[in-house]
């Protein structure tokens, strides 16, 4: 455990409303992430952040945004969100020492 | 970007038996490598990890080996169970950078 909440675990939204995906961690890890998992692409980078205020694009960041106003907080915004957009998504920290990093149980995002 | 590929999809091994689950890696400069374990409707779970200046690492059950001079790791994971049945996801870093994943093998263990 990991002590990373993810929320909500599913949602189903229609095309062109926004949606804001919430990561929650409780032990103060600096470094964040967001990945998406889709069929035959495994765990690609959204975004990721490395302390309050202060986060970088992945590989795969058009039509994301994120937000880290508080440590323990990192969230997730499609602005306006597409059908490429179903997926699944995991939030990850990782701990200050050490390269491993530890991820959440996702959350089930359909887009409509 | 670097990729990194697994050799087969999907692997079925007899209960009991030893599994073996292989990586390639395209960047020579990777310093780290990493196996996680995720299980239906879960998120991918860390099994065990190796640097480069390893050649082998073991633990419970699993044993993951690397060879730099073919850029390849593998974990193995020894007397199967049930439970090990998941896809297998490995993944490398160079220098504290971003992971880079590969797609996945499913492993199922047949009774």
């Known amino acids: 455990d990991a002590g990373i909440t993810q929320s909500p675990r599913h949602k189903v939204t229609e095309t062109g409303t926004p949606v804001t995906l919430r990561c929650h961690q409780t032990?103060?890890?600096?470094?964040m992430y967001w990945y998406r998992q889709d069929p035959g692409h495994g765990l690609r980078l959204i975004h990721y952040s490395y302390g309050v205020k202060d986060t970088d694009k992945g590989e795969v960041s058009d039509g994301y945004s994120v937000s880290r106003s508080k440590t323990e907080d990192f969230l997730l915004t499609l602005e306006s969100a597409t059908s490429s957009q179903t997926s699944v998504y995991f939030c990850?920290?990782?701990?200050?020492?050490?390269?491993?990093?530890?991820f959440g149980e996702g959350s089930w995002l359909t887009v409509v | 970007g670097e990729s990194v590929g697994l050799h087969l999809p999907t692997l079925s091994v007899q209960e009991g038996d030893n599994s073996i689950i292989n990586c390639a890696y395209s960047?020579?400069?990777?310093?780290?490598f990493i196996w996680y374990k995720q299980e239906s409707g879960k998120g991918p779970q860390f099994i065990i990890d190796?640097?480069?200046?390893?050649d082998k690492r073991q633990g419970q059950r699993v044993t993951v080996l690397l060879n730099k001079t073919v850029k390849h790791h593998s974990l193995q994971i020894a007397a199967t169970q049930p439970g090990d049945s998941a896809v297998y996801f490995c993944?490398?870093?160079?220098?504290?950078?971003?992971?880079?994943f590969g797609t996945g093998t499913r492993l199922t263990i047949i009774p």
């Open positions: 960047n020579s400069a990777s310093d780290y």
């Open positions: 993944a490398e870093e160079f220098g504290n950078e971003k992971l880079t």
């Open positions: 032990e103060n890890h600096r470094y």
């Open positions: 990850a920290i990782k701990p200050r020492s050490g390269n491993t990093i530890y």
């Open positions: 190796i640097r480069s200046n390893m």
